[in-house]
C-alpha cells in the first residue's frame, strides 16, 4: 500500500477529540479531513454500500465555515468541524429521509432538520451523509429494496447487523468518527458489536426525538462512535433541548465527556449475566465475553455473576410492537405494502387490528419489569451481558442459519422497553476474526455512569488501534 493511502488512512482514523484538539492547535483543517473523507469514500463506500446520500458540495461547504471559526478562534462546540452521519430515519434538512422503503417518495420539501440534527449544525458538525438502514429500521441486519445489502468491513460476506448498520460500519471503516443512529430494540448496540465500535443507547428521553418513530417510547437516537470520549462529547450536545419532543427528558447541562473519569472501577457494584436467565448463547462468543469480565476483575473491578436476571420479555414485547406497527403503519394500502419488504410487510399484515387490552397488558409487563430492574439496581451499578448470542451470519440473511428472525438478540430489547441507558463495547474477537461486543446497562437516566463504566472498561480493553483488515477481501483498503 502507498504511503499516501496509509496517511489518508492514519486521517481518517483519527478520533473526534483528536480532531478538535488538532483543529484547535491548526495542525489540521476541517477541509483537509472532508476531503479526505471522500477520497476515502471513493474507496469503500463500493464494498461496503453504508451509505444513502452523500453530498460532498454540502459537506465542504460546512468544512470551510469551520475552518474559518477555528482560525478566528471563535467555535461553536468541540465538535465543530467533525464529519457526522445521520441515519436515514432521521430527519435531515436538504436531503430525503426515505426510511430505506420504496413507499417514501423522495419528491417532497425536505425542510426541517430532526432534535440531534439541529443541534449538530448548530454545534458546527460537518454533516456529510445519510447511512443506511433496513426498512423502517424495523430489521436487525441492513438491507433493502431501496439501498441493498450492507455489509460489515471486518468481512464484507457478513452482516454489520441492523438497523444501525450502515452507521456501524461507516465507523468501523474511517468514514466518520461520529454516527447518528436509533435503537429501538437494539438497532445501535447489535451494529455497534458486530462491527467493533462503541454504541450508546441513551436513556429514553434523554435525545429528543421529532417525529417519533414508528416505535414510539421504545425508541431512542444515540452515537455510535470508536472511542466512549467521542460517544459522551457527541451526547452532550445532541441530548440539548427541543420544544418539539413532549417526552423528552428535562434537560441536564452536564458535559458527558468532562466527567468519564470522575469514577473509579473499584466503586462500581457489576453484576455479570451470561444469559439473563433465558437466552441460549453460541459458547464461543460467551467465552470471549467471559474472558473479558475475567480481565476486568483482575484490574480490580467487583463482578458478581448473576445467573437470572428476570423472566424472558420478549413476547411482551412483540406484543408492544404489534400494536405499535398497526397504528404506524396503518396507512399503508395495498399498492404500497406490495413494495414492502416481504418479511416486514408479513409483521405490519399480523399487526392490523391488534388487540387493544393485549398492546395495554403488555405495557404493564413493561411497568413491572421497570419495577424489577429499579429493585436489581439497588444492589449493582451495572449490568454487564452478552450484546447478542450468536456470532456474524452472511450479509444476504436475515437471522443465523437455522434460527428465527429475533432468536439472535435477546439481550438488547428489554432495556428499550425499560428506557434504561445501554451500550455496547468491543470485547474481544471470535477465531473467525470477527469483533464481539459486551454489553453495559444502567440504571434507568444513568446515562454518565453507562459512559463512565465503559470508559474505565476501554482502559483495560482498548479497541480503537485495532482496525478492520480486509487482507485478500480488498487489499486496498486498510
Not at 468541524?81 to 417514501?104: A, E, F, N, Q, Y
Not at 439497588?378 to 428472525?405: C, H, M, N, W
Request: with cysteine.
Amino acid at each position: 500500500m502507498s504511503s499516501d493511502a496509509d496517511m489518508t488512512a492514519e486521517l481518517a482514523f483519527k478520533s473526534a477529540h483528536d480532531l478538535s484538539h488538532a483543529y484547535h492547535s491548526g495542525g489540521l483543517s476541517p477541509v483537509d479531513v472532508t476531503e479526505n473523507l471522500f477520497a476515502r469514500l471513493e474507496q469503500l463506500e463500493p464494498v461496503l454500500n453504508a451509505f444513502c446520500v452523500l453530498d460532498r458540495d454540502a459537506a465542504l461547504e460546512a468544512a470551510r465555515a469551520s475552518e474559518r471559526r477555528w482560525k478566528a478562534g471563535q467555535p461553536l462546540s468541540a465538535i465543530d468541524g467533525i464529519p457526522v452521519s445521520v441515519k436515514d430515519i432521521i430527519l435531515t434538512k436538504g436531503w430525503p429521509t426515505l426510511r430505506g422503503s420504496l413507499t417514501i417518495s423522495p419528491d417532497q420539501p425536505w425542510d426541517v432538520d430532526g432534535p440531534a440534527v439541529a443541534r449538530l449544525r448548530e454545534a458546527g458538525a460537518v454533516i456529510f451523509g445519510k447511512t443506511t438502514t433496513p426498512e423502517f429500521a424495523s430489521k436487525p441486519v441492513t438491507n433493502s429494496a431501496l439501498t441493498g445489502i450492507t455489509r460489515n468491513p471486518w468481512n464484507p460476506a457478513l452482516t454489520p447487523g441492523g438497523s444501525s448498520g450502515g452507521a456501524a460500519a461507516a465507523v468501523a471503516s474511517g468514514l466518520g468518527p461520529l454516527a447518528l443512529a436509533t435503537d429501538a430494540g437494539g438497532s445501535i448496540r447489535i451494529p455497534a458489536s458486530l462491527c467493533g465500535v462503541f454504541g450508546h443507547k441513551p436513556s429514553g428521553g434523554r435525545v429528543p426525538m421529532f417525529p417519533p418513530t414508528p416505535y414510539a417510547s421504545l425508541a431512542g437516537f444515540g452515537p455510535i462512535t470508536r472511542n466512549v470520549t467521542d460517544a459522551a462529547m457527541m451526547l452532550s450536545v445532541i441530548s440539548r433541548p427541543d420544544t418539539r419532543d413532549f417526552g423528552a427528558l428535562p434537560y441536564d447541562p452536564v458535559a458527558y465527556e468532562e466527567r468519564l473519569d470522575d469514577r473509579d472501577l473499584s466503586a462500581l457494584r457489576i453484576a455479570y449475566s451470561p444469559t439473563m436467565g433465558y437466552a441460549e448463547v453460541d459458547p464461543e462468543l460467551e467465552a470471549v465475553v467471559r474472558r473479558a469480565i475475567d480481565k476486568l476483575a483482575a484490574n480490580g473491578a467487583n463482578i458478581d455473576i448473576v445467573d437470572k436476571v428476570m423472566e424472558s420479555p420478549i413476547e411482551a414485547m412483540e406484543r408492544l410492537k404489534k400494536g405499535f406497527a398497526d397504528y404506524a403503519f396503518r396507512h399503508l394500502g395495498p399498492e404500497a405494502m406490495a413494495k414492502v419488504d416481504p418479511m416486514i410487510a408479513a409483521e405490519i399484515e399480523a399487526s392490523r387490528g391488534a388487540d387493544l387490552a393485549k398492546h395495554f397488558d403488555a405495557e404493564m409487563e413493561r411497568a413491572e419489569l421497570h419495577r424489577q430492574m429499579a429493585e436489581f439496581h439497588k444492589t449493582y451499578d451495572i449490568l454487564l451481558t452478552p450484546v447478542i448470542s450468536a456470532q456474524a451470519f452472511p450479509a444476504e440473511q436475515d437471522a443465523p442459519e437455522g434460527g428465527g428472525r429475533y432468536d439472535w438478540i435477546p439481550f438488547t430489547s428489554p432495556f428499550n422497553m425499560t428506557r434504561q441507558p445501554a451500550a455496547s463495547i468491543p470485547c474481544g474477537f471470535a477465531t473467525s476474526g470477527m469483533p464481539i461486543g459486551m454489553h453495559i446497562v444502567g440504571p434507568q437516566f444513568a446515562d454518565l455512569a453507562v459512559l463512565q463504566a465503559a470508559r474505565q472498561f476501554e482502559k483495560i480493553l482498548p479497541w480503537e488501534d485495532i482496525k478492520p483488515q480486509y487482507g485478500k477481501q480488498d487489499a486496498a483498503i486498510s
